[in-house]
């Protein structure tokens, strides 16, 4: 009894510390951490009351001293841990250490997240039991981490009827967006889904995109390994209206119209139709050209008005480890430019030509650059002539007629904005040039990061800078593949030889043991 008098202090004092671990560990228990702290002020209470004649008589000025010294320093520790919490719940910080960084979002959704200026209402409608309730709870927590104006609640359509009627609810694990009077709904617990839902909700205005058509260019219907229907699809689920435009008309090239893509043309535009083109760029309209080698003549002189130099060869590269072969050149060396900030990607053109910029910059051009280029290893052929089968040899680099890597496949150009009767400077004109248009394919879209990059540059030209970054990645199966008889040996390995051993070991050691 008397060692129970002289610990009430420190019996108080633990009480009040597991008060507080309680509180923050299980917050639903408040009633466990009230009990707890009682007790322990009780326990400190009577402390101070069998021990108050020593208190005032000072006869264990040592004891007293250990005392004080123990409660200082414990609340001196409690108080840092309340300051750490406290700093920790107003400062929240996450680390991923997974390999894949599967706790993580893209660069493209945490761009988009932190660039929202009005709060995303969400409203995920999951039964209990629904797997993927967990999957979108732990994916909307990280986009909440990232930005405050996501706020998201989820909603069992058993126990909410008249939500499911409000909101016209039919198949369980609906999310629906809302922001002011806009809303999209979704049924997939991606981070692609949820990104893009964001997005559309968020947008004031769905941008025009047109992809030409009537010169032989890749058709954003055609879903073989020849169209550009998946480019098409990506473009539509950054909440642009994509609709293709058959010639350049200039009652289509309007102000309406965010981009023109001319994807691949094997013949000329009529003359009717670049001069189209030119009156939109000068009055501040956005084209990207995906231009081919030995196509289109008549383009080469066109683009080179705005400072573009489109040599008549073809550009080769010797086998990579990316697995082309010599008509498949890998752009690795990028330029300083927004397209590709935070771009850390290969980029491969099968049967590409070379696009570079000229000095002096013709009039009209504020500013034009190299966006990429290939390594040493590449050399353009000029004048090359294609034929069905073709040897080594006759495509090995000539030093005296062929030009050596590195060699610029893409370049953009910046015009200067027109004046008004006014005065006023209107939109400045933008075009990024590519010298291939495989590369942003169906066959080749989502190889490495060519469509991220046709993205990027689609995105730049329109203006829309927080969508310039990485596309939310999808998570694929990280699974081993084993031949049969490697599946043999881990057999015998881990199922057979290593139990037997344990075995033998253990009856070995019994047995000497016995022995003795």
Same mark, same amino acid.
């Given at each position: ?19 507080l ?9 408040r ?7 009682? @007790? ?42 309340? @300051?750490?919490?406290?700093?920790? +719940? ?37 039964? =209990? ?9 732990d ?11 996501? &706020?998201? =609640? ?13 909101? =016209? ?29 964001? *997005?559309?909700v ?47 008309? /200039?009652?289509?090239?309007? +102000? ?8 691949? /043309? ?7 139709? @670049?001069?189209?083109? %030119? ?9 990207? $050209?995906?231009?081919? /080698?030995?196509?289109?003549?008549? @383009? ?34 990028? +330029? ?5 900030r ?17 000095? /002096? #910059?013709?009039?009209?051009v504020?500013?034009a ?17 294609? #034929? ?19 060699l ?12 008004? %009767?006014?005065? &006023?400077?209107? !939109? ?11 590369f942003?394919?169906?066959?080749? $879209? ?17 203006? =829309? ?6 596309? !939310? &990645? ?5 699974? *081993? ?5 490697q ?5 015998? $390995? ?14 070995? *050691? ?7």
């Amino acid at each position: 009894m008397d060692k129970l008098k002289t610990r009430l202090n420190s019996i108080g004092l633990a009480l009040l510390g597991l008060a507080l671990i309680a509180l923050k560990g299980w917050p639903q228990s408040r009633l466990l951490a009230l009990i707890l702290g009682i @007790l322990g002020i009780a326990a400190l209470a009577g402390y101070v009351v069998l021990h108050a004649g020593d208190l005032k008589q000072g006869h264990k000025r040592r004891s007293l001293l250990y005392s004080s010294n123990l409660i200082l320093m414990i609340v001196l520790i409690l108080a840092i841990l309340a @300051l750490i919490n406290v700093l920790g +719940a107003r400062h929240h910080k996450r680390f991923d250490f997974t390999e894949a960084k599967v706790h993580s979002l893209s660069d493209q959704s945490i761009t988009v997240a932190k660039a929202l200026t009005q709060d995303v209402q969400i409203k995920a409608f999951f039964r =209990e039991g629904n797997y993927g309730r967990a999957r979108l709870e732990d994916l909307l927590r990280i986009y909440a981490y990232h930005s405050p104006r996501i &706020k998201y =609640e989820f909603i069992d359509p058993d126990k909410n009827p008249g939500l499911v009627k409000r909101y =016209e609810v039919t198949q369980d694990g609906t999310s629906i967006f809302e922001c002011g009077k806009r809303d999209t709904r979704i049924t997939e617990t991606t981070e692609e889904a949820v990104t893009n839902a964001v *997005i559309k909700v968020t947008r004031e205005k769905s941008k025009t995109i047109l992809f030409l058509e009537g010169h032989g260019e890749k058709s954003i219907e055609a879903t073989d390994e020849n169209g550009i229907s998946f480019a098409k699809d990506e473009l539509a689920k950054l909440g642009y209206q994509v609709k293709k435009q058959t010639l350049a008309l /200039p009652e289509a090239l309007t +102000a309406d119209c965010a981009l023109l893509v001319v994807p691949g /043309p094997q013949k000329n535009p009529a003359p009717a139709e @670049l001069e189209a083109i %030119a009156a939109y760029l000068k009055a501040g309209g956005r084209v990207l $050209f995906l231009v081919d /080698p030995q196509t289109g003549p008549g @383009l080469p002189a066109f683009l080179a008005g705005y400072g573009f130099k489109l040599e008549d060869d073809i550009v080769f590269d010797r086998p990579s480890i990316l697995g082309g072969d010599y008509l498949m050149p890998v752009m690795s060396e990028l +330029a300083e430019h927004a397209i590709t900030r935070n771009f850390r990607y290969a980029t491969v053109y099968p049967l590409a030509r070379s696009v570079d910029v000229v000095e /002096p #910059k013709p009039e009209g051009v504020a500013s034009a650059q190299v966006l990429g280029k290939t390594g040493n290893s590449a050399y353009a052929k000029k004048g090359f002539v294609l #034929k069905p089968k073709m040897t080594v040899k006759d495509i090995a680099f000539d030093g005296k007629v062929d030009k050596r890597g590195p060699l610029p496949l893409a370049g953009l150009a910046v015009l200067k904005a027109a004046m008004d %009767a006014a005065g &006023k400077a209107g !939109p400045e004109g933008r075009l990024v040039v590519f010298g291939d248009s495989d590369f942003a394919g169906n066959r080749l $879209f989502d190889a490495y990061g060519n469509g991220n990059l046709f993205l990027n540059a689609a995105n730049w030209l329109t203006e =829309e800078a927080d969508l310039i970054s990485i596309r !939310p &990645k999808t998570q694929n199966p990280r699974t *081993i593949q084993l031949t049969p008889g490697q599946g043999r040996t881990i057999f015998w $390995f881990s199922v057979v030889l290593l139990p037997l051993l344990v075995l033998a070991v253990g009856l070995g *050691i019994w047995l000497r043991r016995r022995a003795l």
